[in-house]
């Protein structure tokens, strides 16, 4: 028998047990998964083009310029042919779009958590087509047993039930045949007792009332707050390119809404603060005294003033006392595409003002007052510094874009499930956060104040022309408030991440049509931003950011659809970009160019072959580095791959004491294999 | 709506679960394998073998997963 020696035996094991399993759960990564990546260099002088060829004769290939032409898109070719569009990206001479207005009144049952809700809606027919059908969005039916769902609900308890649908006084019934109304999903189809005319409005009166879901996508309540969103029946989009937008409300895709006046009043019991988008008119009939007090202080401005504190809570303090224990807080708002409100006994109130510049004809910059309502166990998570950080987003982007337009920007805490999610001039951020993570939230969030706000592209086809635009932004503001961060890096190893993968899915697309929602959040979120990073390597920093305010200027209250984006920055930049949008919006084309070879041609002159191994023509950025440092670029531009060449050679000068080249060392666009890119080989 | 949840960082978390559990299947492997080598009972060593296979396909795995940190 072999001699055992147990004790020594697990004692050794035991010791390189622990060290591989610490070394395995460390949290901290090694520097060779996660190094640090250079941050995109600042918009800096184009390098000089050059002059290229291919690198050896190329037989005929299938890929032309056609392959980079954008996709005939029929409906926009007509809107064009009619005058609502153009191909320079402006609005069209006959560019029309309906109108809403709303007046509303809501009360809140908060033992039974239900809504009852009652208002009129004015519709006008601005559009030269006669409207026998006018259809409803009624969001609430995503929480209907019988929905159809692309996102789980925490329970199905009910949608909104109807309790009166009128047409001009008229009652009508729920029916399939004549004037009536039918409801599937989440649409309504309200067919007229007379068909709307061009030019002509007409009155709706709706009754409703509805289960508030707990903890539903995008608002609901937790028991503590209650985030009244997506509470009303809301016209649908009645546009110049696609007539009704009826896509029904799944979950997971957004909104697309139409611009409106609204008249809200919103009953809760005393004692309860309500945070909603637009103006409180009455605010001598609900606020305490002390509170209006310090809310005036705030809005004076410069200060961080808690409007109610923890003991200020309750009725007869931070509100007045009501009639039968309720108050009704009446707000308007005008020229936005939805209305949302929070409630809750529990918030707290911080209040401060943000600069926003000269807006509304006025000839001084102006402020905004920031709002920002949560509860006191939030303090935890960086809530104590929300509306500061709220004060410091608005800053950036009034500067950066235009100035923010309202007249608040309120940040409620609520519902997990809200995680971050906006409404005009409010936004609902839920779960947990840090004080760092809750500046990124509310920087993206804020963004959407402009996109889709402002700018009322539909969210629920294009997704990328709101979160794209909102998390291009949002790097802004982060790198705006921490120097140190790497936000633009994120996103675009974040996308990288998933081309390597071979997890992409292309950009134009119906958002409730994804495989699954990290495609979507890669297609409408990380690979949009990464690729406005490169637009601005190709066209320039100064002029994207010139594109997307001449974008933001000319759709501001209005509905632009892609290629209106697309034909502004087009015009902006003197550029056809087609080839662009065509390679990064409708296709999934990796981008991976490689230095193939490198011959020097005499004492300061290489001549580099380029070989790209993906299928995206992009520019090529060149750099040349010295011993003592110096350096010199060069671009090579995208159409030297537009005849499908997959190898390109240039000639190219280097600093005499030539050590080193390299594509693009400032990753501003987004190739997928780095360690082809420099050369010597690292 | 919020961006979804960090894809990098998710990855690097799957890719931390399937070290670890390489990591951890081959040291139960290897001193299962000397167990056997010690008492001289190759049978024990069968038990290696799901392990070991285990093993390989958690540092496949993880393999993967680091080439798109």
Redesign the interface.
């Known amino acids: 028998?072999?001699e055992?020696r147990p004790v020594t035996?697990y004692r050794t094991?035991l010791a390189?047990?622990c060290s591989?399993?610490a070394?395995?759960?460390?949290t901290q990564?090694s520097s060779s998964?996660?190094g640090p990546v250079p941050r995109p260099a600042p918009a800096a002088a184009p390098p000089k083009p050059a002059e290229a060829k291919p690198a050896q004769p190329q037989a005929p290939r299938a890929e032309s310029m056609r392959a980079f032409a954008l996709p005939v898109w029929g409906a926009f070719d007509s809107a064009v042919a009619r005058g609502t569009r153009t191909r320079t990206g402006e609005p069209g001479p006959a560019y029309w779009q309906q109108r809403a207005e709303y007046h509303m009144e809501a009360e809140l049952n908060q033992v039974s958590k239900r809504l009852n809700g009652h208002g009129t809606v004015t519709y006008h027919n601005n559009s030269p087509d006669t409207l026998p059908t006018i259809y409803i969005q009624a969001y609430g039916n995503l929480f209907a047993p019988e929905a159809k769902r692309n996102t789980p609900v925490l329970a199905a308890l009910g949608g909104i039930i109807f309790t009166k649908v009128a047409v001009e006084g008229r009652s009508l019934d729920s029916s399939a045949f004549g004037a009536g109304w039918t409801v599937s999903g989440t649409i309504m189809a309200l067919r007229l007792p007379k068909p709307l005319l061009p030019g002509a409005s007409v009155e709706l009166e709706f009754a409703w009332n509805l289960r508030i879901p707990p903890d539903g996508p995008?608002g609901g309540q937790d028991r503590e707050t209650y985030v009244l969103s997506y509470w009303y029946p809301q016209v649908a989009v009645y546009d110049d390119v696609n007539g009704w937008q009826i896509d029904p409300y799944l979950g997971n895709a957004?909104f697309y809404m139409g611009y409106g006046d609204y008249d809200v009043a919103v009953t809760v019991p005393e004692g309860w603060l309500v945070a909603s988008t637009g103006t409180l008119q009455n605010p001598d009939e609900v606020l305490g005294d002390s509170t209006r007090a310090r809310l005036a202080r705030a809005r004076a401005g410069g200060v961080l003033v808690g409007v109610v504190g923890e003991g200020d809570r309750g009725a007869g303090k931070a509100t007045m006392k009501g009639k039968n224990g309720k108050l009704t807080w009446r707000f308007k708002a005008e020229n936005v595409r939805d209305v949302t409100w929070a409630t809750s006994n529990l918030y707290l109130w911080d209040a401060t003002t943000a600069p926003v510049g000269i807006r509304g004809g006025s000839s001084m910059p102006d402020t905004t007052m920031i709002y920002s309502f949560y509860r006191p166990d939030q303090r935890r998570s960086g809530w104590g510094e929300s509306a500061p950080y709220a004060a410091r987003s608005i800053a950036i982007f009034s500067r950066v874009l235009w100035p923010y337009p309202y007249p608040h920007m309120t940040v409620v805490d609520g519902p997990a499930s809200c995680?971050?999610?906006?409404y005009p001039m409010m936004t609902c951020?839920g779960g947990d956060w840090t004080e760092r993570s809750l500046f990124d939230?509310e920087a993206?969030?804020i963004a959407h104040m402009w996109f889709p706000m402002q700018v009322g592209s539909d969210e629920k086809r294009y997704a990328w022309m709101d979160?794209g635009m909102a998390?291009y932004f949002?790097s802004v503001a982060i790198e705006a408030q921490f120097p140190d961060a790497d936000d633009v890096g994120?996103n675009r190893?974040?996308y990288v991440?998933?081309v390597?993968?071979g997890k992409e899915t292309e950009m134009m697309r119906n958002g409730d049509k994804y495989p699954d929602?990290?495609a979507?959040?890669?297609a409408s979120?990380?690979k949009p931003a990464t690729v406005l990073v490169a637009l601005g390597g190709i066209i320039g920093d100064s002029t994207l950011m010139r594109g997307l305010r001449e974008y933001g200027t000319r759709w501001s209250g209005r509905h632009p659809m892609p290629s209106d984006f697309w034909n502004t920055m087009n015009t902006v930049s003197g550029q056809d970009l087609d080839w662009f949008w065509r390679t990064w919006y409708y296709e999934t084309w990796k981008l991976d160019q490689a230095i193939d070879d490198v011959v020097r041609a005499n004492e300061d002159t290489l001549v580099i072959t380029v070989e790209n191994k993906g299928r995206a023509p992009m520019p090529v950025l060149l750099v040349a580095r010295g011993a003592r440092g110096s350096t010199t670029s060069l671009m090579v531009p995208a159409d030297v791959w537009f005849q499908g060449e997959k190898k390109v050679s240039v000639r190219m000068a280097v600093p005499d004491d030539f050590t080193r080249v390299e594509i693009d060392p400032a990753q501003r666009f987004p190739d997928a294999d780095r360690s082809n890119q420099a050369w010597p080989r690292r | 709506?919020?961006?979804?949840v960090?894809?990098?960082a998710q990855?690097?978390r799957l890719?931390?679960l399937w070290?670890?559990a390489a990591?951890?299947c081959a040291?139960g492997a290897v001193?299962i394998g000397?167990l056997a080598w010690?008492?001289?009972r190759p049978v024990i060593a069968l038990a290696c073998l799901p392990l070991a296979a285990l093993a390989a396909y958690g540092a496949r795995r993880a393999s993967a997963l680091?080439?798109?940190?």
């Open positions: 028998m072999p055992h035996l094991g390189l047990w591989l399993l070394a395995a759960c460390s990564p998964i996660a995008r957004e995680g971050g999610m906006e951020i939230v993206h969030e979160e998390q949002q994120e190893r974040n991440g998933a390597r993968y929602y990290n979507y959040g890669i979120y990380f | 709506m919020a961006p979804p960090n894809a990098g990855r690097l890719y931390r070290r670890t990591v951890l040291l001193e000397v010690q008492r001289q680091r080439q798109v940190l």
